[in-house]
């Protein structure tokens, strides 16, 4: 695992983005896995600058979502698709048919979840794999639990996953309790990881993450196996690491 260190959130950012710039740069039609989330806003406000500028070019990229909550349309303001598009695919050159995001109002879970690991398979896998880290160690939506789950699935989110994104709703009711997440295989077999985290309340999940052992308990935990690690986090989030 290389782990940068960023004085702020800005900087963390344009660490990031200079990473997936590099990646788009030299294989203009990789496929991204993204995130959705307050972690990875700035990187791609930093990635829509320089497309803006000329120096970035989207036209050949296709991406692969993380998560999605279930139940919610593509039309919610409060769904991932919502997020991607208004967040970055709106800005930049990306055609919305090379994009992929699990579908919050399949209701057949398990369709769902075949018709997804399916299509990121059909995409040849992904090169790079965009990350944050939940207060609890998650990875996508992947909860702490008794095992890794391998591939898409549907998990109940913990009561503290729903206290920590019932900022983006009118009330803690209104928060998904499901979601659609791309299993812990998939995330690890991804050729590249990238995981952005800033402030102190990722501090813990991010040293058990990579200091801890390796456990469902801590999900990001297992991120220590994947050959190819780079996390890029501001000090605040580095704060339980005393030798960096
Ligand atoms: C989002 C995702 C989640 C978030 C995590 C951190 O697509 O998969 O794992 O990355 O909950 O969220 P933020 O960045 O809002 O702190």
Redesign the pocket.
């Known amino acids: 695992m290389r782990i940068y260190k960023a004085s702020s959130y800005d900087e963390m950012s344009r660490k990031a983005a200079h990473v997936i710039s590099a990646l788009v740069t030299l294989k203009p039609d990789c496929v991204l896995g993204?995130?959705?989330?307050?972690?990875?806003i700035g990187t791609y406000k930093q990635l829509i600058k320089w497309y803006q500028d000329g120096d970035l070019d989207f036209s050949q990229v296709k991406t692969a979502?993380?998560?999605e909550y279930k139940g919610l349309t593509k039309e919610n303001d409060q769904s991932?698709y919502y997020f991607m598009v208004h967040n970055f695919f709106k800005d930049i050159n990306i055609n919305m048919n090379n994009t992929n995001i699990p579908d919050g109002t399949n209701p057949d879970t398990a369709a769902e979840c075949a018709r997804y690991d399916q299509a990121i398979a059909d995409l040849g896998g992904v090169d790079l794999q965009l990350?944050?880290?939940?207060?609890n160690g998650?990875?996508?939506?992947?909860e702490p639990g008794d095992a890794f789950a391998k591939g898409t699935h549907c998990i109940d989110l913990q009561p503290s996953?729903i206290d920590?994104?019932k900022r983006f709703f009118a009330s803690i009711d209104d928060v998904p309790k499901q979601a659609y997440?791309m299993g812990i295989k998939t995330i690890m077999q991804a050729r590249k990881i990238l995981l952005?985290?800033s402030?102190e309340?990722?501090a813990q999940a991010l040293f058990d993450s990579v200091n801890g052992p390796i456990t469902p308990r801590v999900p990001g935990s297992i991120l220590q196996l994947h050959p190819d690690v780079t996390i890029v986090a501001d000090m605040a989030a580095l704060s339980r690491f005393t030798d960096l």
């Open positions: 993204l995130a959705t989330g307050s972690s990875p979502n993380l998560d991932y990350l944050g880290l939940g207060r998650h990875i996508g939506f992947n996953t920590a994104n997440t952005v985290a402030g309340d990722k």
